[in-house]
């Protein structure tokens, strides 16, 4: 079964960094593109970041560009999610989703930012 | 911030067909493909629609969506109860070099 499960979410201070990872199982994970998405409490969703099936090509919204690094471990079919200078608006639900159009969603990890 | 626009709400009762509007630009919809994902209450994205109008397996058929110049449609006919949820369009925006979604729409089912 094809599966993503997001982890690492949790309560961070405004100004720190938190480290998401999507573990993928159940397809070749170095055939796909990979993306990470957020919702807002009561928000819609939006896009966070993107890499492409090797590594090679990363794309980021312009909320985060600068801020967050994504990354992906084909050896170990990981999907990882570097987050520093964290904000208040940061704050959401984050998933992992496979392919470029995004057709398989791990089941989100939470980040709270907050003093 | 949301670049394609959604009507915030539609419904409809049982049986009834419901159509979603998606407006963007020519930088996104009217350049690449449109996707569409349900999100039911409490739950992960569902992916629904592909490629403008193409239906993955098992998604059933009374789903369908369709694109003319910058805009995009998801239809639902044959409304049913488990259809209430939000759905969202998304595509690529060349301009921005990332992904947009819709503001989003919520279905009732009256």
């Known amino acids: 079964e094809v599966q993503l499960a997001e982890s690492g979410g949790g309560l961070v201070q405004p100004g720190g960094s938190l480290r998401l990872s999507c573990s993928a199982s159940g397809f070749t994970f170095n055939d796909f593109a990979m993306h990470w998405v957020r919702q807002a409490p009561g928000k819609g969703l939006e896009f966070v970041s993107a890499?492409?099936?090797?590594?090679?090509?990363?794309f980021y919204s312009n909320s985060v560009k600068g801020r967050f690094n994504i990354s992906r471990d084909n050896s170990k079919n990981m999907l990882f999610l570097h987050m520093g200078s964290l904000r208040t608006e940061d704050m959401a639900v984050y998933y992992c989703?496979?392919?470029?159009?995004?057709?398989?969603w791990g089941q989100g990890t939470t980040v709270t930012v907050s003093s | 911030q949301s670049v394609l626009t959604q009507p915030p709400s539609a419904s409809g009762t049982p049986g009834q067909r419901v159509t979603i509007s998606c407006s963007g630009s020519n930088s996104n919809i009217g350049s690449n493909s449109v996707n569409w994902y349900q999100q039911l209450p409490g739950t992960a994205p569902k992916f629904l629609i592909h490629?403008?109008?193409q239906r993955p397996s098992g998604v059933p058929g009374r789903f369908s969506g369709s694109k003319s110049g910058t805009s995009a449609y998801l239809a639902i006919s044959g409304l049913q109860s488990e259809d209430e949820a939000d759905y969202y369009c998304a595509a690529w925006d060349d301009n921005l070099n990332g992904y947009v979604f819709g503001t989003g729409t919520k279905v009732t089912v009256l």
């Open positions: 490629s403008n109008n």
């Open positions: 890499i492409d099936d090797k590594g090679g090509s990363a």
């Open positions: 989703a496979r392919n470029w159009h995004m057709d398989v």
